[in-house]
């Protein structure tokens, strides 16, 4: 039986404390090599993009692919298909577009369990969107937050997610009204931003203060900036949820560091190896996890909603969709 779920049952079983536990859970497998992710496919014409985004985790025995097209100008639609991988069958076909912002925060929450400071409380976020909610419910999910502070660009968007942040986590939470102001003494900063096509910097290196976390999710692409070079300088340690190679081709910040005649940051390691063997952080170190994605942790974060839905009874059976062909 195949069951079909829609944006609003996303929201209906979406917990971030089981998506934090299921990302990391996958980041384990993928560490011990039970995690096969072929590249991502690109297909592109006239403004309109398609990407494919296939796993198999074998230690979950999954399978499945995260798909999505369409421009920035039209709007995007992402679709994840989840397979159960020893026969084949097709368990559900989910609305991914909060998903993705929903997993994409179970990761920085993961990354802010292993590489923030224990105690770290006061957070900054850049960014009043989805990715922003998301993020910062991910790291309130790990750690013990008590204050907030938000810049974006439009008043009204950073004084309502001001709002939102305050009423959601019940603590103190402020619109700043500039960039640097927000994250001055904060112990975790959230960079979650969409400056648009080669817009500017949301976040410099000339603000790290010792012993900030910083969780930078923006600029996923080569042509969209997040961050400048002079963070990944400062930083003390670099985590990427990606192969190096992936994230270097991907991401505009990284793609800079390479511009500016950096070294490919030989001191930056990967989240699963984290996870895997632990981290040990000094009281002072900066520490900066940049995310871009992966299959599996969208297959991980699927079964969470998924297996949700079964229990509360919520989402579309409709019945076997496609028969297996025999040979």
């Not at 979650?192 to 096509?197: H, P």
């Not at 009874?313 to 969709?321: A, D, P």
Request: charged share 20%; proline share 4%; hydrophobic share 45%.
């Amino acid at each position: 039986m195949t069951l079909l779920l829609s944006d609003a049952d996303v929201r209906a079983t979406a917990d971030m404390t089981r998506l934090v536990d299921a990302v990391e859970a996958v980041l384990h497998e993928e560490n011990d090599g039970l995690i096969t992710m072929p590249p991502r496919v690109n297909v592109a014409s006239d403004g309109t993009v398609l990407r494919l985004m296939p796993a198999h985790l074998a230690g979950s025995n999954l399978m499945g692919y995260k798909s999505f097209h369409g421009s920035m100008a039209k709007g995007v639609r992402y679709l994840i298909v989840l397979i159960r991988a020893d026969d084949g069958e097709i368990l559900a076909l989910v609305d991914a577009a909060l998903l993705t912002g929903l997993r994409t925060g179970a990761a920085s929450g993961v990354a802010t369990r292993y590489l923030a400071r224990p105690g770290a409380a006061d957070v900054a976020v850049i960014g009043s969107g989805l990715e922003a909610d998301t993020n910062l419910a991910g790291v309130a999910a790990v750690r013990p937050v008590q204050r907030v502070r938000v810049f974006s660009p439009n008043p009204q968007r950073r004084a309502a997610f001001a709002g939102r942040a305050g009423d959601a986590l019940g603590v103190e939470a402020i619109a700043a009204a500039t960039a640097e102001e927000a994250v001055a003494g904060a112990d975790i900063v959230i960079v979650a931003t969409n400056t648009g096509t080669h817009g500017p910097v949301a976040y410099q290196g000339a603000w790290i203060e010792p012993g900030q976390h910083i969780v930078s999710v923006g600029a996923t692409s080569p042509f969209l900036r997040e961050l400048d070079p002079a963070c990944f300088d400062r930083a003390d340690h670099v985590v990427f949820d990606a192969t190096p190679e992936q994230v270097f081709d991907e991401s505009g910040d990284l793609i800079a560091v390479t511009d500016a005649g950096r070294d490919r940051l030989r001191h930056a390691t990967v989240l699963p190896s984290v996870v895997a063997h632990g981290f040990d952080r000094g009281a002072s170190d900066v520490t900066l996890f940049k995310s871009v994605g992966t299959a599996a942790q969208d297959i991980a974060a699927a079964k969470v909603v998924y297996d949700m839905a079964i229990e509360r009874g919520i989402g579309r059976q409709i019945g076997v969709l496609a028969d297996a062909k025999q040979f």
